[in-house]
């Protein structure tokens, strides 16, 4: 069942608009904060339709996330007894949790870590602002963290240029359901943990 090639085409036409670097600005602000969905899978197309111009968006993707950061740390802030019962009932609340023994013992190391890896960095960033994390060491990771992550996407997909997009493309339903399968036994596999 071919669901996830129209997608990717339609993902590769709206990368090629001119409003493109604003959405992917708004959407790396907003997934550092509050959004569930990731830069990365807007970014990705971007670098590939446009690899010439790659650095660029890697680093509009690094500064609006950690302005982004910056906004869920003040959430934290000023904010994390208004949203801790929220946060409690949330599927975030286990990182969350994490999050927050993370701090205990590697603070800076944590925030890098989160920036960098698919851990909900949202949380982490709340999470620091929650327990007044110095700002500092906090941004300095956040950019450390969050730059290599989106320079390393950006420059692999304009590496691979129109070979790797032929190649996603051909392959994109199989990945597609490939990932469906996995979040779906993981899913699972923490239901039932």
Known sequence: MKLFSPLYRRAMEWSRHPHAPWYLGGMSFAESSFFPVPPDVMLAPMALANPARWWWLALITTVTSVLGGLAGYLIGYFAIDSILPWLQQSSYWPAYQTAVDWFAVWGFWAIFVAGFSPIPYKVFTIAAGGLSMALLPFIVASVIGRGLRFFLVAGLMAWG???????????????????????????LWYGLG
């Open 161 to 187: 240029g129109a070979r790797m997009e032929a190649v996603l493309h051909q392959q994109i339903d199989r990945l597609g359901w490939a990932v469906v399968v996995v979040v779906a036994v993981a899913g």
